[in-house]
């Protein structure tokens, strides 16, 4: 938070809140994230409660209505958001020559949700269409040609066919699923906030979720899983964990995974994807893994502790997506289109919460620079 003063230009003191730290710019029935208490409630549930037992389906009803869907409605809304999967000719198209550029998958992402317009985009459209983009921009990056989506499976299970072709066990599925409605949504997080502020000024719905994307594809906000899941390869064994942490710390390095801007307790998504994990590693893959990365988070929490007493870095959310994702058998790049597939029906949700009960969110800016300069005209060259 820095203060300027204004002077004869304006109040006696202009406060600017860095990042709008402790602004508060909405009301949300959506999800309320207690920092201090490491609780995040979504549409009233736990997120621990409501990530366990949902579909994805249910959930995406569930922050867009309001209520849990009834049996009736749960499964119109899955056979809606199936048949609305598949992409148009054009969409493909851009794909390839995204593909072809070796361009980013955030980039082609965001690209081919915007191109969605040509043939028309309400939310089930963009909420079923997004998982057929990721998959199909994924293997056309790696010179395969995409699979078509299936119409007889879940969101979630139709995404991991979609990657690979095979049609993925119900452990699996339940992995993807505990996954997807984790991280569905949490606040006014950058994003979120984007969303928000491009639907605030009448713009339609594929502009505000571009925008999200946008937002998201930045290292600070979408991108650290993966920088976690490294750092456990780096170890290797737990044996090296403490000297390895260690010398990060004495070179100033971050531990990814570790701390983040709102909790300052564990991050409750930590311990259900934590669950998850394993769950997951259990019943397939590299128990190894996964005994070391709690072994890895045993011995950073402790020197966290050790080197930055009171600042209550905590695990965050990023370390356990990482295990599970790689569990999954996804590459590091698709961790954040992944997450992309999830939050894109939190984000949906609060552009309709906000165009509900609009006003336009035009904060103030406090101006810093120089006063009273006069232009002086250039002399031409002779």
Known sequence: MTAYAAGRYGRDMDTINAGLEGIVAAATRL???????????IAGFAVGELATHATFEETAWLLWHGDVPTA????????????RRALPAEVLHL?????DARLDAMDALRMATGALSLTGA???????AMPTIVAASWRLGRGQEPIAP???LGHAANYLFMLTGEPPDAERVRALETYLNTVVDHGLNASTFTVRVITSTGSDLVSAIVGGLGALKGPLHGGAP???LDMVFEIRTADRAEAVLRAKLARGERLMG????VYKVRDPRADVLAAAADRLFTRGGDRALYQLARDVERVALRLLEEEKPGRRLQTNVEFYTALVLHGLGFDVPLFTPTFAISRTAGWIAHAFEQ???NRLIRPQSVYVGPRGRTWAARQTPA
């Open 31 to 41: 999800s309320e994230v207690d920092g201090e208490r490491g609780e995040l409630t």
């Open 72 to 83: 009736a409605e749960a499964d119109a809304f899955r056979a809606d958001l199936a048949a």
């Open 95 to 99: 794909l390839r020559g995204a593909a």
């Open 122 to 128: 309400d939310a089930p459209r963009l909420l079923a």
């Open 150 to 152: 299936r119409q007889d």
């Open 226 to 228: 993966g920088p976690a």
């Open 258 to 261: 570790f701390g983040h801007r």
């Open 355 to 357: 165009k509900a009960a």
